[in-house]
């Protein structure tokens, strides 16, 4: 959940625009992994038909009383969904922040405190402006 308090509309509208900006960065980011991991996905996809079973590198540590499994490379096309799962928040976020920012240009009085939640788990937000 993302809670955000600002102390004017104007304050409000600038530093979410902010966040937006760097959401969208952050975006972009997360796309160049993920192209490079379908790589990988589909490579995996591929050796699975196959009958393969792709496993990703364990190191195993022998130590006295516990051996220990250090986990090198996971599963690309786990890490695939764990992105997708990431940029779906993303884009949420940064849709709220929009129809915020859309609706917060139409207020005339700008002396109000805004508090926004954004709860991007459950997919609700919520709104307040404290005259």
Do not use: C
């Not at 509309?9 to 530093?15: N, R, Y």
């Not at 540590?61 to 997708?84: D, E, G, R």
């Not at 928040?89 to 859309?102: H, L, R």
């Amino acid at each position: 959940m993302l809670v955000l308090l600002f102390n004017t509309i104007e304050d409000a509208i600038s530093k979410l625009n902010i966040i937006k900006e760097q959401l969208l960065n952050l975006r972009e980011r997360y796309g160049a992994i993920k192209e490079k991991l379908k790589i990988n996905a589909e490579i995996e996809d591929k050796l699975t038909k196959l009958g393969f079973q792709p496993s990703h590198q364990v190191i195993t540590v022998h130590a006295i009383p516990h051996t220990m499994n250090i986990h090198i490379a996971p599963h690309s096309t786990w890490l695939l969904s764990k992105l997708n799962v990431i940029d779906d928040n993303i884009n949420y976020v940064i849709n709220e922040i929009e129809k915020i920012n859309k609706y917060l240009n139409g207020i005339k009085g700008r002396d109000a405190s805004v508090m926004v939640l954004i709860d991007y788990a459950n997919k609700k937000t919520r709104l307040v402006i404290m005259p």
